[in-house]
């Protein structure tokens, strides 16, 4: 492959591997540019990701997982092995059972409990999987978002996005594989969606924040060009290169793989604003995921751009809830009413969301995920109106990519506070949604500093009763 | 010591490695327990393939990473008829008839996925030629005697395999012809033998690196160059029949020369006048770069990229205030060729060494903030567990920056490839766990000192010292006293809210839950009246103050409270802030001390979006529990005494003394305020402090914090043959100091050849070993070993000088060399490891920056200091603007420039050895479309435009050339310029040379050094 000329058909070939990358040649060094993994280990059941991330930890007991003995048992002190007080003191302590605020109701066909603060999301039961047991590492929201994200509560492991993208490949060369709509740039930030050892290529491109009102990706275009003077420039500079390849008078992949960069590079700076673009939607739809109302309109645009984005092949799409606190949106230490705030303004557009894919015929490949770093105490935080982080039992659900509908599975004890059967552990999660895409969460490795890493470190299992 | 390992991990430790214990491990439904050791654990090093290999690998397999083909649909597979294995399409043959129906058939149960039931796994070669629990399932050539075919023919009533049913007669007569045709398997293995072969300690010198360095002698034979690097070039080029390139021309050399030394391009005047016709030209220009104060922030930028310099923390942005005292140093340290063993030992112990003069002694003392550089979890509650991960980061930085060695690899078990025990790891962490990092709180807090400062200085930084004390015990003792005046404050009871300073929430304004009965018998009262909870329904009743608005900053907390022999003296209060919550407990039983009104819970920090609220509890009180008010005053505003006298029965005589008082509360409190702000500005700088008596380690099972084995005493990686006076620690010394030594020791063999490495990496684009940072079994081996150890002992005779093996290299016909094309050379060496031909080099987003800054003329060269803005509490979108050098920026972990992320800065979290090298549309697109470079453009335009001379087009084209690439366009360049130019269309805002300057930026050789 060296010495030969490379034309850049094959490297725009070649290129399909990750958003607009180029894989140069191992022989730069040892952190040369690699393809992506590229070969599904297994048959896949889903094409891509859609995470929905309630940042802060929504109460499980206050949504999905009801505990009707809360409100009988209401005020009751009764010992419990809470997670920051055993980190701190290795004690168990006392606290006071509290009782949820919201009525629940029975939806659907599969009669799926699920409380008034998510009415629409209810009315979808019947096609979601809800996976009541989960439990999780870290009990502050900066280790406990790392570790939802990343697989380890410190910073340097890739980001569990940039995994899939790594080991799927683009569908589509103009759009990155992995995006992050309005990430928070707060407990860990960036590192969230970063690549960290995997190749730049796969980190997740941020569209928007979680403060601008504007859902754009960076660097795609000067508003103060005219269009057809940037194509002129464009032109230009693709005539530079060549000429100063030429002038070089060698044949290097390096500079054939920058040069076609320039060329994919304008590819998306062309084809990704329609996809940006909102407006190409109709007003039935807008109003469907409540962009007509100032309540939920953010997450509304934002789910509705991962529809769109979901349509144009993006393999890993985050939607977050939340801000860039360090005691993000959902977390209501002393005020868990204020839970209605947040349902309000996400309720709505995720039910218009599951309506929509499923409507188009894109849940069936598309995995839909809910949750948060954490759950939350079912007993108030220091005898307040509030409740604590839990990272030892909350509830996240699926739907569609092959994952069992109106289904339920594992349980928290009777308050709700410890996952107790069909235990999911988040290196569990992350093992089934890759097997979903076909990945395998122990073969899914990429070699760093003399040793292979994983998603899943040495943990994981692939939960089968979940999926059908 | 520990005994190494064996090769296949069996038969040595039967408890380790019983299969049916591991197998009950896996197959516990409940799995709490492994969750327990998975949270100690997940903190850990998350390691390494035969980590899990650890597990899987005991049911007799191996780990497998087998890529499976697009399976051949069954359907197919029944309708295959005669079945004839031929030699030559074995491979085939498998593809198409076996590892279909393994698929279809068998993975379900026996797969590493799928838990290998019976210890037999069928996804990968390994699996099967390793067999199951009941031995050997295949036999190559004898299908008869297979247990496979046994298990599939259904012949045995206890064996039958698939267990749903007996497979079709022609997959069966498949396998069998598989078997006898030798049972052909092409997929790969996961891994090579070699991830499973640990070398032991006493055969460490097997790997080369973990030999004593001798210098070689100098290989024999002509060559033209005077450089004996080249002689050991060219004899490995001679040896493949190849041949090195011809020097680069002139002005390309000059380029090169000035990116690589100084990270700058050639000032125009330099690259249109200076001619490298004689080696004595050449020789000058190298001597004048390596002098220049700019060769120490270029060198010591490559320096940063290895010890992980940054200047904040991941979790919650917190900006390391005195960080960039660090980088000075090495800016200094590099510039003045500082040997490197002494800036070892300055490094991990500098606090520690004898020090002759203030200078050096500043120099040493900043050095140590390399071991307080880490990126921690400082909110990790489990103290024990936050400071053995510390202790970790510090060691896999030392391992990985100065011996090319995955230490951390040992933090759990011996190293399974290099010859580290576990025994090691515990030692040497040992010699650091002295070294204090970190003050404990709910969110640690690293550590700062006071920098030693010349005696004038000194001395009045110790009066402000003594008179701030002297007043604090003045403020202490006038507010003791208040109490007695109090007596009578008593009787006026209220005070209003209006008259109080920062933000006051009264109880009417609090949030009550549970019992609280209005009251307003004993005063003095804020507001109007008091609650209490009638010391009854203990734990049922919290009141919260949360106030309304609250701008960022910190602020004294205080609570109101009417006091009384009756009280609880134990109440619960806690304060949340933006640092997370703090629990003080109140004795209302005293009178409060600060105007007979407040008590002051603390001092904190709140910012938006933060909490900022107060929570009173009566739970476990012994008393009645009183919420009256709160008040958060802030620290930075004026501090004023809150209490205005409204009585108008006072004893006048008590109101003048109190008067008086008063205002001398006043005047300390203003003092006290000046004095702490001028003892603020003292400098300061990152450490750790050592704290005796030394102690040893114990060894931590499975790296379990809580699981402590006995203890290692200190010492250092028993590998390495060297000198005992070097591995010696005496009973008293923590042993930190000895670590630098034996780092920084000529015998010890790993140093010098690292950073030799290094340094030869930093200039040809690729180290001798071309994984810097892994000098392991592991890593790659070394294209020149002789070369290498030539130029580590060349370091060390140096006086482990950088500048000597810089001025070596440089001077190599090596380097010097052209690109070139030459296919023949190609076929040979295609990866230009035997360094045959120049290579095109890529710039660092800090070099593009910089010379964009130096092409239009805004580069402000000033050296030093911190460029962090005033007031800059978290890093979170840190607005990133200065005309300074790149290495100056902020290094934030949170918020790097763009165009520092687009072009593969250093991750400043990690140790890095090479940065990556990617290629992708991030990159035009910043280039073409950041405002920055667009305003770099536009910069330089206004810069040409100034001159009075009113130049022609090419005149313009040709001056921009030069300043973008030290040379003049090409014929084909300037048509293309000229054409571009006169396309300009008349409405256009963006002036077309503009855009022509941008363009070049964004242009290949702009990126791309010949």
Known sequence: ?468 | MARPKSCLGIGGEPNEFDVDQVKKVIETTNRSDMHKKRANKAFLCSFEPWCYGGRYFLLNCFLAMTFLATPVRSQELRNAQTLVVAEQDSADFFEQHIRPALIEHCYACHAIDTEANGGLVLDSPGGWQAGGESGPVIEAGKPEGSRLLLAMTYQDPDLQMPPDGKLPQEIITAFRDWIAAGAVDPRPEMEPSIAISGLPVDEAEKHWAYRPLLRPRTPAGETASTSLIDKFIDIELAAKGLQGAPPADSGVLIRRLYFDLLGLPPPPEVAALHQLDTETEYLHLVDSLLSSPHFGEHFARKWMDVVRYAESITLRGFVLPEAWRYRDYLVQAYAEDRPFDQMIREQIAGDLLEHSDLRERQMQLVATSFLAMGNNNLEQQDKLQLEMDYLDEQLETIGRAFLGQTLGCARCHDHKFDPIPMRDYYALAGTLRSAVALEHANLSMWIEQPLPLPALQEERFEALNVELQQISVRIDTLNKNQPNLDSKRNKQKYVAIDDLAGTVVDDSQAKLVGHWKDSSSVGPIVGTGYRHDEDSGKGAATATFEPLELAPGWYDVRLSYSAASNRASNVRVVVFSADGQNEVEVNQQQPPDIDGLWKSLGKYRFEDNSQAFVLVSNADSNGHVIVDAVQFLPLNGPSELQFVDTDNNADSEAVDVRAALADELKQLEKRKQQLEAQLEARPRFLTVVEKLPPVDVPIHIRGDVHNLGSPVPRGFLTALRMPEATTKISESSSGRRELAEWLSSEHNPLTARVYANRVWSWLMGQGLVSTPNNLGTTGASPSHPELLDWLAAELIDSGWSTKHLVRLIVCSEAYRRRLLNNSAAEQIDPGNQLYWKGQSRRLSPEAMRDAMLQISGELDMTFGGSLIRAGTKADYDYQHATTRRSIYHPVFRNSLPELFEAFDFADPSVSIGSRSRSTVATQPLSLLNHPWVAARAKSMVGRIRSGDHDPTSQELINSIFEACYARLPSDDELLNCLEFLNASQTDEEVERLELLIHSLFAALDFRYLE
Not at chain 1, 35 to 51: C, E, G, M, Y
């Open chain 1, 1 to 468: 492959m060296f010495g030969t000329p490379l034309n850049r058909r094959k490297w725009l070939q070649q290129s399909a591997c990750g958003f607009g990358s180029l894989a140069a040649s191992a022989m730069l060094n040892d952190q040369a540019v690699f393809a992506s993994n590229q070969v599904l280990h297994h048959r896949a059941h889903a094409k891509r990701i859609i995470f929905l991330f309630m940042q802060g930890g929504v109460s499980q007991v206050d949504s999905f997982d009801y505990k009707p003995i809360l409100a009988k048992r209401h005020g009751d002190k009764l010992p419990f092995d809470d997670a920051r007080q055993l980190a701190k003191t290795g004690k168990r302590t006392e606290h006071h059972l509290m009782q949820s605020p919201w009525q629940f109701r029975q939806y659907g066909s599969c009669g799926q409990w699920v409380s008034d603060l998510f009415p629409e999301t209810a009315q979808h039961v019947d096609d979601l999987c809800m996976i009541h047991g989960m439990h999780t590492e870290g009990v502050a929201h900066g280790p406990a978002t790392l570790f939802l994200h990343c697989g380890a509560t410190n910073f340097i492991r890739p980001s569990m996005g940039s995994w899939v993208y790594y080991g799927l490949g683009a569908e589509n060369e103009n759009l990155p594989g992995f995006v992050s709509i309005a990430p928070s740039i707060g407990n860990g930030g960036p590192r969230n969606y970063g690549s960290a050892f995997l190749p730049p290529q796969f980190q997740g491109t941020r569209v928007g924040s979680l403060t601008a009102p504007q859902l754009s990706i960076d660097n795609l275009g000067r508003s103060d060009l005219p269009r057809q003077t940037q194509m002129q420039q464009v032109d230009f500079v693709n005539r530079l290169n060549r000429q100063q390849l030429d002038r070089r008078a060698i044949s290097d992949e390096e500079l054939e793989a920058t040069i076609a960069s320039h060329e994919l590079a304008w590819r998306m700076q062309q084809f990704a604003p329609e996809v940006l673009d909102l407006e190409r939607e109709s007003a039935h739809t807008l109003q469907a995921y409540g962009i007509d109302d100032p309540k939920t309109r953010a997450y509304g645009q934002r789910c509705l751009l991962a529809r769109r984005l979901c349509e144009a092949g993006v393999r890993f799409i985050q939607v977050t809830h939340g801000d860039n606190s360090a005691n993000p949106a959902w977390d209501q230490h002393s005020n868990i009413p204020k839970h209605a705030d947040h349902a309000a303004a996400v309720d709505k557009p995720i039910a218009a969301l599951l309506s929509d894919l499923k409507q188009r015929g894109l849940l069936d490949e598309t995995i839909v995920w809910w949750g948060s770093e954490f759950g939350r105490t079912p007993y108030s935080q220091e005898n307040g109106t509030g409740r604590d982080h839990n990272p030892r039992g909350f509830t996240v659900w699926l739907a569609g990519g092959g994952f069992k509908s109106g289904f339920r599975h594992g349980e928290t004890d009777e308050f709700g506070f410890q996952s107790i059967n069909g235990r999911v552990h988040m290196h569990d999660l992350h093992a089934t949604l890759l097997h979903q895409l076909g990945l395998d969460h122990k073969r899914l490795v990429f070699e760093h500093a003399g040793r292979q890493f994983r998603l899943t470190d040495i943990h994981g299992q692939v939960i089968h009763d979940v999926v059908s």
